[in-house]
T-cell receptor
Framework: SQKIEQNSEALNIQEGKTATLTCNYTNYSPAYLQWYRQDPGRGPVFLLLIRENEKEKRKERLKVTFDTTLKQSLFHITASQPADSATYLCALADNYGQNFVFGPGTRLSVLP | DTEVTQTPKHLVMGMTNKKSLKCEQHMGHRAMYWYKQKAKKPPELMFVYSYEKLSINESVPSRFSPECPNSSLLNLHLHALQPEDSALYLC??????????FGPGTRLTVL
């Protein structure tokens, strides 16, 4: 069966450092992978999407990589700020975006 | 308008009640989704509508009944729920193959 893992349930880092979150998957061949941010009691908010034929995507302080051989995505937040503290979810989808599965999430805390 | 709205924000119901959750989007998206999220867990996909037709039902119990009256609206009808059905219910929409836009959710408590 499909399985998605994110490197840790919780991650604490110091303000200004780079946060690196990992998403690994098995028994899945996604057409694309997405990262979302979720704050407590609110719906997830889309951050970045990377397709299976892309290696890297960037958006402001965010960077995502996608290695379909390793079945892994890395998500980086550079120059982290306390406002970046949230739960980050990776999600896999097929070409039609319908077989949509979220990973368990990593709760990031950026300490001042 | 890049917003997905959901009503109500909170709902408390007994196990014999019938209630409905509503979701609306005006972004012209053709896919709409219902998710269930328990505390400290990721959202779990329940239903997918594509072009107003139910395309995915992830083995959800029949006490949950989705409805898509038109391309902008999505309902989730609830009947004879159990206390373990208490959760945050999220609606989302997207164009196929792109990011999903989520609503703020309905916090459901079943007594």
């Amino acid at each position: 069966s499909q399985k998605i893992e994110q490197n840790s349930e919780a991650l604490n880092i110091q303000e200004g450092k780079t946060a690196t979150l990992t998403c690994n998957y098995t028994n899945y061949s996604p057409a694309y992978l997405q990262w979302y941010r979720q704050d407590p009691g609110r719906g997830p908010v889309f951050l970045l999407l990377i397709r299976e034929n892309e290696k890297e995507k960037r958006k402001e302080r965010l960077k995502v990589t996608f290695d379909t051989t390793l079945k892994q995505s890395l998500f980086h937040i550079t120059a982290s700020q306390p406002a970046d503290s949230a739960t980050y979810l990776c999600a896999l989808a097929d070409n039609y975006g319908q077989n949509f599965v979220f990973g368990p999430g990593t709760r990031l805390s950026v300490l001042p | 308008d890049t917003e997905v709205t959901q009503t109500p924000k909170h709902l408390v119901m007994g196990m014999t009640n019938k209630k409905s959750l509503k979701c609306e989007q005006h972004m012209g998206h053709r896919a709409m989704y219902w998710y269930k999220q328990k505390a400290k867990k990721p959202p779990e996909l329940m239903f997918v509508y594509s072009y107003e037709k139910l395309s995915i039902n992830e083995s959800v119990p029949s006490r949950f009944s989705p409805e898509c009256p038109n391309s902008s609206l999505l309902n989730l009808h609830l009947h004879a729920l159990q206390p373990e059905d208490s959760a945050l219910y999220l609606c989302a929409s997207s164009q196929e193959g792109t990011e999903q836009f989520f609503g703020p959710g309905t916090r459901l408590t079943v007594l």
